[in-house]
């Protein structure tokens, strides 16, 4: 059971090959702002500074300045029922003041979005470097499939955020002793 992309490589704007995307947009400009509930629409994108590239070509997520973005990047792909997987990706952050939310989710039943996702989550910005972010484990339900699930936040409306991830992978699980 392989991610289609794992790599994210192809990246143009706004179009993730293999990959499907969600968001909380609620804000467009010109409209009433919010700044701790206002989310503007995500831009996806290849990282386009060095510094931020994790291994080759990295997902950029990111929006316009002083707003903030919710976003989702999920895929499903067939799984053996009953096994046990997780989902793991490499990932850093870059905020101007403050932090950004990262998960790492899998929905063991394999359904369409992320709301049924179980979630490993780190909060972090460029001063952690980079991180890895697994799921819990989690037993492939009788669909025979699982949802493979991205999530970023910024904690607040900056100048600039930016969430960044690559070498995202499902891993099946050895048996717990």
């Known amino acids: 059971m392989e991610l289609v992309n794992g790599e994210f490589d192809g990246l143009m704007p706004n179009r993730i090959p293999g990959w499907e995307w969600s968001a909380d947009i609620n804000y467009i400009p010109g409209g009433n702002y919010d700044p701790h509930n ?3 629409e ?3 994108s290849a990282a386009d500074d060095p510094a931020r590239r994790i291994n080759g070509s990295t997902l950029k997520i990111e929006t316009i300045r002083w707003l903030k973005f919710r976003a989702w990047v999920y895929q499903t792909v067939t799984a053996t029922t009953g096994s ?3 989902f793991q990706v490499r990932a850093t952050a870059y905020s101007s003041i403050d932090k950004l939310k990262l998960r790492a989710g899998i929905d063991a039943q394999g ?3 992320c709301s049924n996702a179980r ?3 780190v909060t972090i910005n460029q ?3 980079i991180v890895t972010i697994s799921s819990p484990r989690v037993v492939v339900g009788a669909a025979g499939r699982v949802t493979a699930c991205l999530y970023a936040e910024p904690l607040y ?3 600039n955020n930016a969430a960044f991830f690559d070498r995202a992978v499902l891993v ?6």
């Open 111 to 113: 359904n369409a979005g």
């Open 127 to 129: 001063d952690d470097g």
């Open 42 to 44: 995500p831009i996806f």
């Open 157 to 159: 409306p900056d100048v």
């Open 38 to 40: 206002s989310y503007a």
């Open 84 to 86: 046990t997987v997780y």
């Open 172 to 177: 099946v699980a050895p048996p717990r002793p």
């Open 119 to 121: 979630w490993g989550e």
